[in-house]
């Protein structure tokens, strides 16, 4: 078992930064892809970004490339992921997971394990 709690989220104004981060512990946390996802309101929940278990190789949605930044730090049993030049479309609930194996996948649905949300609220 692997839990993972998120944290981070929060209101800013459009055009700010903010910086999520996800917390692991149980199994080995370097044994695990990672991602991050989002689901807005009446939205299906969509990939955001993920990272491979070494951080070596990473993956972005196009509607967050350039603009997000995926990262991890094994030895803290921590991913990350800094959001920068935040628009009002970015605003949804932020979820962290992962996926057992060294390589990510785009598709939540092949992801174990999952965190409990994080609220980002983005104003125009």
């Known amino acids: 078992q692997v839990q993972l709690v998120e944290s981070g989220g929060g209101l800013v104004q459009a055009g700010g930064s903010l910086r999520l981060s996800c917390a692991a512990s149980?199994?080995?946390?370097?044994?695990?892809?990672m991602g991050w996802f989002r689901q807005a309101p009446g939205n299906e929940r969509e990939f955001v970004a993920a990272?491979?278990?070494?951080?070596?190789?990473?993956y972005y949605a196009d509607s967050v490339k350039g603009r997000f930044t995926i990262s991890r730090d094994n030895a803290k049993n921590t991913m990350y992921l800094q959001m920068n030049s935040l628009k009002p479309e970015d605003t949804a609930v932020y979820y962290c997971?992962?996926?057992?194996?060294?390589?990510?996948?785009?598709?939540?649905?092949?992801?174990?394990?999952w965190g409990q949300g994080t609220q980002v609220t983005v104003s125009s």
């Open positions: 149980g199994r080995t946390f370097s044994n695990y892809a």
């Open positions: 997971a992962a996926t057992s194996g060294r390589y990510y996948y785009i598709y939540p649905s092949l992801y174990t394990y």
């Open positions: 990272i491979s278990w070494s951080g070596g190789s990473t």
